[in-house]
């Protein structure tokens, strides 16, 4: 299983896309005078809203806040890092606000769409997102411990963050699918939460391999 799991993670398209959205934020990040937090919040604010329009029917609208919001987002580190002000502290509340995000979003169409077929769904893939979330931070907790964390292996992230079948740049996609054609969301989120599990146990697999 585990074997399988690194062939199937080795397709995902985050790792892979972010040192070239490093190449193009960077230069822009060196120029930018603002503290990283506003960014933080800035895209915070954007994604919440993007859930309120949601809720309210207005998709274009919503998916128009949706990725402005990750635009932000993008910059809040790039920022950090160009100006020497990276910190814990900002790591962890980035993550905080992309997981608020991240479960904003789905609620946001579920109240959109109304339909109860579609709130199934948005259970399950919330519970998805919960057994992924505790895949990752246990491991990244025990890798950090046992000097195998993000200093070692040159991540960019505040802590490591063993890689799943969807990531930010997946999510960034299937959220916007599911803004841009709301009327399949049911299929674009079943297969979204099948992928979040299925990264989930393949991480399982190999935390169970590399904490022996």
């Given at each position: 299983?585990?074997?399988?799991?690194?062939?199937?993670?080795?397709?995902?398209?985050?790792?892979?896309?972010?040192?070239?959205?490093?190449?193009?934020?960077?230069?822009?990040?060196?120029?930018?005078?603002?503290?990283?937090?506003?960014?933080?919040?800035?895209?915070?604010?954007?994604?919440?809203?993007?859930?309120?329009?949601?809720?309210?029917?207005?998709?274009?609208?919503?998916?128009?806040?949706?990725?402005?919001?990750?635009?932000?987002?993008?910059?809040?580190?790039?920022?950090?890092?160009?100006?020497?002000?990276?910190?814990?502290?900002?790591?962890?509340?980035?993550?905080?606000?992309?997981?608020?995000?991240?479960?904003?979003?789905?609620?946001?169409?579920?109240?959109?769409?109304?339909?109860?077929?579609?709130?199934?769904?948005?259970?399950?893939?919330?519970?998805?997102?919960?057994?992924?979330?505790?895949?990752l931070s246990h491991l990244a907790a025990v890798l950090e411990k046992r000097g195998r964390g993000a200093g070692?292996?040159?991540e960019r992230t505040a802590v490591t963050m063993p890689r799943g079948l969807v990531e930010g740049l997946e999510?960034?996609?299937?959220?916007?699918?599911?803004?841009?054609?709301?009327?399949?969301?049911?299929?674009?989120?079943?297969?979204?939460?099948?992928?979040?599990?299925?990264?989930?146990?393949?991480?399982?697999?190999?935390?169970?391999?590399?904490?022996?």
């Open positions: 299983m585990e074997a399988t799991g690194r062939r199937l993670i080795s397709l995902v398209f985050d790792h892979r896309a972010r040192p070239v959205l490093a190449r193009v934020v960077e230069p822009l990040a060196a120029a930018v005078a603002v503290d990283p937090m506003a960014f933080t919040a800035l895209g915070l604010l954007s994604g919440l809203s993007a859930a309120v329009a949601a809720a309210f029917g207005a998709w274009w609208l919503a998916l128009v806040l949706w990725l402005g919001g990750r635009v932000l987002d993008a910059f809040d580190g790039a920022v950090a890092r160009s100006h020497g002000t990276a910190s814990d502290r900002g790591g962890y509340l980035d993550f905080c606000a992309d997981m608020l995000v991240y479960n904003a979003i789905p609620i946001g169409i579920g109240f959109g769409r109304d339909d109860t077929t579609v709130w199934i769904v948005i259970a399950v893939l919330l519970g998805s997102f919960a057994i992924n979330s505790t895949s070692s292996t040159g999510t960034i996609v299937f959220f916007s699918l599911a803004l841009a054609f709301s009327s399949q969301v049911e299929w674009i989120f079943g297969v979204m939460a099948a992928a979040v599990l299925a990264g989930a146990l393949f991480r399982m697999a190999h935390g169970a391999q590399v904490l022996k």
